[in-house]
């Protein structure tokens, strides 16, 4: 089956850099790609979302990258706010099915 | 809409109970999503249903069951509860031509003692 692998686990940055994160999928047959924000205690929300058919996607400061060779996708934010402090799981559609599986998440902090 | 609800929010079980996790979405969708996520980890799928009277297995079934008998429902059984179980469940559903895009509900916080 799909087994995905997310890092760092972990990111600080300052308010205005960048941040990246990400992602390796081992299932070559895996065709769609979306990234979640959570919140403290609140629920997954979709951010933005890659198909293997599209190479790089853009919406405002996020962007997202998909390598298909090399089964890895990543998760670009640019002008970094206070208020994208959050986790952030990335996750792949396992090919043929119904199941997203998901990476293990990595907590963003942006520091004022 | 009020999209994907669940109920109760936080529930506190001891070892060998059972209850019923609820989950209700008003999107007409047809797919729905059982997933559980354990403190520093990923979501994991629990079960899923594609419609009405078909369910099937994801990474985690055991110790749980489910049924899905409207469009609108899909609760999540625990028979006996174990300590393993504590987690935050959430419930999912996408509809059939965006199937992959994933509407999540609030999450059921369950303790298990």
């Known amino acids: 089956g799909e087994n995905v692998e997310q890092h760092p686990s972990t990111l600080s940055v300052q308010e205005g850099d960048s941040a990246v994160i990400k992602c390796t999928y081992s299932?070559?047959?895996?065709?769609?790609f979306p990234w979640y924000k959570q919140e403290l205690g609140k629920r997954p929300q979709l951010i933005i979302d890659i198909r293997s058919n599209v190479g790089e996607k853009k919406d405002q400061r996020i962007a997202v990258t998909l390598n298909k060779t090399a089964k890895h996708f990543s998760l670009h934010i640019t002008e970094t706010q206070p208020e994208d402090s959050a986790v952030y799981f990335c996750a792949a559609l396992q090919g043929g099915s119904e199941k997203l599986v998901f990476g293990k998440g990595m907590k963003l902090t942006v520091n004022p | 809409n009020a999209g994907v609800t669940q109920t109760p929010k936080f529930r506190i079980l001891k070892i060998g109970q059972s209850m019923t996790l609820q989950c209700t979405q008003d999107m007409n969708h047809n797919y729905m999503y059982w997933y559980r996520q354990d403190p520093g980890m990923g979501l994991k799928l629990i079960y899923y249903?594609?419609?009405?009277?078909?369910?099937d297995k994801g990474e985690v079934p055991n110790g749980y069951n489910v049924s899905r008998s409207t469009t609108e429902d899909f609760p999540l059984r625990l028979e006996l509860a174990a300590p393993s179980q504590t987690s935050v469940y959430f419930c999912?559903?996408?509809?059939?031509?965006?199937?992959?895009?994933?509407?999540f509900g609030p999450g059921t916080r369950l303790l298990v003692l």
């Open positions: 999912a559903s996408s509809d059939q031509r965006g199937r992959e895009t994933q509407y």
């Open positions: 249903s594609v419609g009405a009277g078909i369910t």
């Open positions: 299932d070559s047959a895996s065709n769609y």
